[in-house]
């Protein structure tokens, strides 16, 4: 979460420290109080939303111990933006691999694991897949398989998972709680009989820290807000065309 530090100060004597501590820190902004923890929770909720519809991107943890089948995502860490930018690894059940994600404009590389590979095209196409392994395969938003890979990009599709958990029957007014050492508040509530718990950070912007999910579907999940997605795209020495179908 997005955090301050009090530079070190190192001064000679008091009047020295006192001095640098009143001009050394006059410019520097710390996350202040932000009063949702005295309201209840609707109003929590819906300060929390509209920071959330405000954000100009996210960098997401999260597992999902409901996923079992090769195809389902088990976990993923993944960076994205406003723009349909993004940066990560999404990680599948059942020895389904995984693979990283690249994202910048239309351009999109992914770079699949040898479990990948072997779970979507099986032992026997492995002569015709080595060619690939350890390689960030590139192409574009134009071809429909790399768009679907592309769907993992768009921010709105996050907020509106986070919207609908804020959304949750009932929502009752929990305790404090810190995540990743910033402060919050829960929320919990049920969603199609699942158990909902949302902790909204108490300083700064209501952003929701973390989410967790009871169920057959059972997830938990990390938010880091208004982080920038990293620019760096994948060297040509490590890329190999999409191959065309």
Not at 50 to 64: C, D, F, P
Not at 128 to 146: P, S, V
Request: with cysteine; proline share 4%; hydrophobic share 35%.
């Amino acid at each position: 979460m997005p955090r301050t530090r009090r530079a070190p100060l190192v001064a000679a004597g008091a009047t020295l420290c006192a001095a640098a501590l009143l001009g050394g820190t006059a410019g520097l902004a710390y996350a202040q109080d932000n009063g949702i923890a005295d309201m209840d929770a609707g109003q929590i909720a819906e300060k929390s939303r509209e920071a959330v519809r405000g954000a100009q991107s996210l960098h997401l943890s999260m597992t999902m111990d409901g996923a079992t089948e090769t195809d389902d995502p088990k976990s993923v860490d993944l960076a994205v933006d406003r723009g349909g930018n993004c940066a990560g690894t999404v990680g599948f059940a059942g020895s389904g691999g995984n693979f990283e994600i690249v994202k910048r404009g239309d351009d999109i590389w992914l770079k699949p694991d040898s479990a990948w590979w072997r779970a979507n095209f099986g032992a026997d196409a492995a002569d015709e897949t080595a060619q690939f392994e350890g390689k960030y395969l590139q192409g574009t938003t134009a071809d429909d398989e790399l768009a679907d890979a592309a769907d993992l990009c768009d921010l709105s599709e996050f907020r509106d998972t986070v919207d609908e958990a804020l959304g949750a029957d009932s929502l009752r007014k929990g305790g404090e709680t810190t995540v990743d050492g910033s402060k919050a508040i829960e929320l919990t509530g049920s969603d199609d009989g699942d158990d909902v718990t949302v902790a909204v950070a108490t300083d700064g912007k209501p952003y929701p820290l973390q989410l967790t999910r009871s169920g057959d579907e059972a997830e938990q999940a990390t938010y880091d807000f208004d982080q920038p997605v990293p620019t760096n795209t994948p060297p040509a020495a490590e890329t190999e065309q999409w191959p065309e179908r």
